[in-house]
């Protein structure tokens, strides 16, 4: 499977989601699968099954401009360079969701989203963007009951799974400060 990825944002740049999403990255061409990333910010040049590409900061616009930029960027890119794709799958908000929905129906596949964190507070213009935009989506994965709980308030018929965020667990080992993406905080 040829996987289209939308993240606006990879390691080194802090966060769960960006260790999220590159975890997953790794662990999808682990199993076999073609993976291209395509992010804002961070630095994810690609190894064994996948590749990272830059489509341009976006600067500091505030969240859901930069997010609507970042799509716009990731639309111009995927035209300017030819691959078809099984599975388009973002992670952000609404402005990705749209993305990933218009590019899923250019490849003709299944568009997908992860929302990571909190929606914020329900204001009725983003209420209505959101069910517009999760409501065109082939599948919805949520970080937490509670956001599922909200979507379906909103009224979004969109499948949901609620998926919590985690990173690969194996044998504890140094990591060598020329192998790490960035710190990794471990709560249990």
Do not use: N
């Amino acid at each position: 499977m040829t996987i289209l990825r939308l993240a606006k944002r990879v390691p080194p740049c802090l966060g769960g989601q960006e260790r999220h999403v590159l975890e997953l990255t790794l662990e999808q061409a682990a199993l076999g699968h073609r993976v291209v990333l395509l992010y804002a910010d961070g630095q994810a040049t690609g190894g064994d099954g996948w590749e990272g590409h830059s489509v341009g900061r976006t600067g500091r616009l505030g969240s859901s401009l930069e997010s609507l930029r970042f799509a716009l960027a990731a639309q111009r890119y995927v035209r300017r360079h030819p691959t078809r794709f099984d599975l388009v799958h973002a992670h952000g908000d609404y402005a990705e969701a749209f993305a990933a929905v218009r590019l899923g129906r250019y490849h003709g596949c299944p568009a997908v989203l992860t929302c990571h964190g909190s929606f914020g507070r329900d204001q009725p213009w983003r209420v209505a963007l959101r069910r517009a935009a999760f409501g065109r989506l082939g599948h919805l994965f949520l970080v937490s009951p509670e956001q599922a709980e909200r979507v379906r308030r909103m009224g979004v018929a969109t499948p949901v799974t609620v998926q919590h965020s985690g990173t690969r667990v194996g044998p504890l080992r140094a990591i060598p400060r020329s192998e790490a993406a960035a710190p990794l905080v471990v709560a249990v």
